[in-house]
């Protein structure tokens, strides 16, 4: 079982549509979790970070953390064009300061 | 604010060669991290520094791969004897501690060996 899992997509969702994306993890004692966005050709952005479990909304985003679970996932309202991307998950384990990444999913939002 | 530095943005190597990979942290930030990114794969953790200090190095190769992080300059990344398959973008993110604070990522060094 991978660290850290994420459908590699592509997801395709129209323009102005709600985009979820998903993300589960193996280590319980996960910490700090992060959505980073990654253009093609680009480094990782970090558009997200949550610490507790519940939601965290920035703008458009929201992050959900469930650690009962071990589920972490990200909502983009009102998606658009630009949105398109490929969209990582990381999670940040014990003392250490390493990010365990995800594959990534692709966005396609289509105008 | 300047974000994290991270030259060349390109570099050629032929196999056999040297390579150095240089990072500046942003302003204020005291920790950087190495992250490797092969063709068609995810982002792996390679190693993790405070000035002078080699924090985790668990991501690093055993062979041919160094880091510093020295009291005055950047952080450098060096691969001796580069191989093809050592060919990927090498981002380096940096944070202002390194447990529980976000890290931000460099433009990163796309690493061509020929």
């Known amino acids: 079982q991978k660290e850290v899992e994420q459908n590699s997509g592509p997801l395709s969702v129209p323009e102005g549509a709600i985009a979820s994306l998903n993300c589960t993890y193996s280590?319980?004692?996960?910490?700090?979790f992060f959505w980073y966005r990654q253009y093609s050709g680009k480094s990782p952005e970090l558009i997200m970070s949550?610490?507790?479990?519940g939601d965290k909304e920035d703008g458009r985003f929201t992050a959900q953390l469930n650690k009962a679970s071990q589920y972490v996932s990200l909502l983009i309202r009102d998606s658009q064009p630009s949105d398109s991307a490929t969209y990582l998950c990381?999670?940040?384990?014990?003392?250490?300061?390493?990010?365990?990444f995800g594959q990534g999913t692709t966005l396609q939002v289509k105008p | 604010n300047a974000g994290v530095m991270q030259n060349p943005r390109h570099l050629v190597r032929r196999r056999g060669q040297e390579a150095r990979l240089r990072c500046s942290p942003m302003?204020?930030?005291?920790?950087v991290y190495w992250y490797r990114q092969l063709p068609e794969e995810g982002l792996k953790f390679m190693v993790y520094?405070?000035?002078?200090?080699?924090?985790?190095e668990s991501g690093m190769p055993k062979e041919r791969f160094s880091a510093e992080f020295p009291k005055e300059g950047p952080s450098i990344l060096r691969i001796q004897q580069v191989v093809r398959g050592d060919s990927a973008a090498y981002f380096c993110?940096?944070?202002?501690?390194?447990?529980?604070?976000?890290?931000?990522f460099g433009p990163g060094t796309r690493l061509t060996v020929t």
């Open positions: 280590d319980r004692v996960s910490q700090s």
């Open positions: 302003k204020g930030h005291s920790h």
């Open positions: 520094l405070q000035k002078e200090n080699i924090i985790d």
């Open positions: 990381a999670v940040k384990t014990g003392n250490t300061g390493k990010l365990i």
């Open positions: 949550i610490y507790s479990n």
């Open positions: 993110a940096s944070s202002p501690s390194g447990v529980g604070y976000e890290q931000y």
